[in-house]
């Protein structure tokens, strides 16, 4: 063997990386993390006794006395942050915690089959919501329309043509008295609805876009 060729385990590749300068206010950032998860450890020790000895003799379930488990209806954070609510300055006073935990806990017992086939239903029914939100989205979610310089003038000459033919020809801000009527009878009094439109693509498209997008907002409203 070569004495020149060193083994693998001789050498260090390993990443060495710098010791990282910390102010004071990341010190107590850290410090008050290592404290919490101390805390919090110290209190799941203290209710796993209480846990297993709310354990039903049968599953509450299908009534199976096969792999039971038991488990808390009120979860560990829930408690924990209405525990420290109620005693903010009594966070690692253990014998209150447990004393606290069993006057506001309840437990359930089931076994593994009925927890797997909730875990199952509750799957399906979160991919059956997802493919209806889908189906009722489509394509109608565009965001916000942001128009061409072409499109602005299109627009501002129909603003212009509405405006001239309903204040007649744009001449002062008042409307001549009309006469209101049911849709029914009598025949419409003003020139422009007579008119016929001729609109070129550019003014289809505007138009459909415009439709398509409205009703996409209507249909998110009424859900």
Same mark, same amino acid.
């Given at each position: 063997l070569n004495?020149?060729?060193?083994?693998?385990?001789?050498?260090?590749?390993?990443?060495?990386?710098?010791?990282?300068?910390?102010?004071?206010?990341s010190r107590k950032l850290? *410090?008050?993390? &290592?404290? +919490? #998860?101390?805390? *919090?450890?110290? &209190?799941? +020790? #203290?209710?796993?006794?209480?846990?297993?000895?709310?354990?039903?003799?049968?599953?509450?379930?299908?009534?199976?006395?096969?792999n039971l488990k038991v488990d808390s209806v009120v979860s560990f954070e829930e408690m924990d942050k209405k525990f420290t609510f109620q005693y903010p300055s009594e966070n690692f006073n253990l014998v209150?915690?447990?004393?606290?935990?069993?006057?506001?806990?309840?437990?359930?017992?089931?076994?593994l089959l009925c927890i797997s086939q909730e875990k199952d239903m509750a799957r399906s029914n979160t991919t059956q919501v997802s493919k209806i939100i889908q189906?009722?989205?489509?394509?109608?979610?565009?965001?916000?329309?942001?128009?061409?310089?072409?499109?602005?003038?299109?627009l501002m000459q129909w603003y212009k043509e509405a405006h001239e033919n309903i204040f007649e020809g744009g001449e002062g801000r008042t409307r001549n008295s009309v006469d209101i009527s049911d849709d029914e009878g009598g025949d419409v009094s003003f020139?422009?609805?007579?008119?016929?439109?001729?609109?070129?693509?550019?003014?289809?498209?505007?138009?459909?876009k415009w439709l398509l997008n409205s009703r996409a907002i209507l249909q998110r409203r009424q859900k």
């Open positions: 004495k020149d060729i060193s083994s693998d385990s001789d050498r260090d590749d390993s990443v060495k990386f710098d010791m990282p300068q910390l102010n004071a206010s850290l *410090r008050w993390w &290592l404290n +919490e #998860a101390q805390r *919090r450890l110290k &209190l799941k +020790e #203290a209710i796993l006794p209480l846990i297993q000895q709310g354990m039903n003799s049968h599953c509450e379930k299908c009534l199976s006395r096969k209150l915690w447990k004393s606290y935990w069993k006057t506001h806990q309840a437990y359930e017992t089931k076994c189906e009722h989205q489509g394509d109608n979610n565009w965001g916000p329309v942001f128009l061409q310089e072409s499109s602005r003038a299109i020139k422009w609805a007579q008119r016929k439109f001729v609109s070129d693509e550019a003014t289809k498209g505007i138009a459909l």
